[in-house]
Nanobody, 119 residues
Framework: VQLQASGGGLVQAAGSLRLSCAAS????????LGWFRQAPGKEREFVAA???????LYGDSVKGRFAISTDNAKNTGYLQMNSLKPEDTAVYYC??????????????WGQGTLVTVSS
C-alpha cells in the first residue's frame, strides 16, 4: 500500500486543522491506520491509530483534542486536530500496518506533512 499525507500548514494556537492520508494499492479495510509526528530535535511520537478490532488509540498528549477516522469509500484516512497548541508543531506522518491496531509495528509510511502552530 502507498500512502500520501496532506493538509499540513500554518495555524494559530487554539485553531483546527485536518490532515488527510490517501491510500493506493490497498484499503483501510485491510490495514490499520496510524498517525505519528516528529518535532525538530525530538524522536518520532505516536499520535493516533485506528483499525481492527475497532479500537481507536491516542497518545496522551492529544487525547480529547485529536480524532482519527477513515472514509473507506474514498480510501482516505483523516486526523482532525482541534485546540492546537504550539507544542503540536511537527512533521506528521501517516502509516499503515497489517494485523491488529497498535502504537507501533507499522510497515508502510507516507511522506510527512508539516504542521506549524503559532502562539
Amino acid at each position: 500500500v502507498q500512502l500520501q499525507a496532506s493538509g499540513g500548514g500554518l495555524v494559530q494556537a487554539a485553531g483546527s486543522l485536518r490532515l488527510s492520508c490517501a491510500a493506493s494499492g490497498g484499503t483501510f479495510r485491510d490495514y490499520a491506520l496510524g498517525w505519528f509526528r516528529q518535532a525538530p530535535g525530538k524522536e518520532r511520537e505516536f499520535v493516533a491509530a485506528l483499525g481492527w478490532p475497532s479500537a481507536n488509540l491516542y497518545g496522551d498528549s492529544v487525547k480529547g483534542r485529536f480524532a482519527i477516522s477513515t472514509d473507506n469509500a474514498k480510501n482516505t484516512g483523516y486526523l482532525q486536530m482541534n485546540s492546537l497548541k504550539p507544542e503540536d508543531t511537527a512533521v506528521y506522518y501517516c502509516a499503515a500496518k497489517t494485523g491488529l491496531v497498535a502504537m507501533n509495528g507499522y510497515q508502510y509510511w507516507g511522506q510527512g506533512t508539516l504542521v506549524t502552530v503559532s502562539s
